[in-house]
């Protein structure tokens, strides 16, 4: 398996990192690959939740382009 060196990582980040590995009951090293593997999977899966979230939340609203809008806004005034 492949290693990692992070460099210049704050001290405060640093001791989160343990306290939280210490509350988790793992070591340091083992938090930090939880960590970043949560992320890289949030940043990959959670986009298109978010996305499908969005479309839902957005669905039968009116499509068009903002400058009409905007137009017919200024217009009513």
Known sequence: M???LVRDVPRDVV???KRQAASHGRSAEA???LILEKALK???DGFRDRAAQLRDKTAGRIIGES???IR??????
Request: aromatic letters at 0%; hydrophobic letters at 35%; a negative charge.
């Open 2 to 4: 492949a290693q990692l």
């Open 15 to 17: 001791e989160a990192l």
């Open 31 to 33: 938090e930090h690959r």
């Open 42 to 44: 949030a940043g990959r």
């Open 67 to 69: 400058a009409e809008l």
């Open 72 to 77: 017919q806004d200024r217009d009513s005034r």
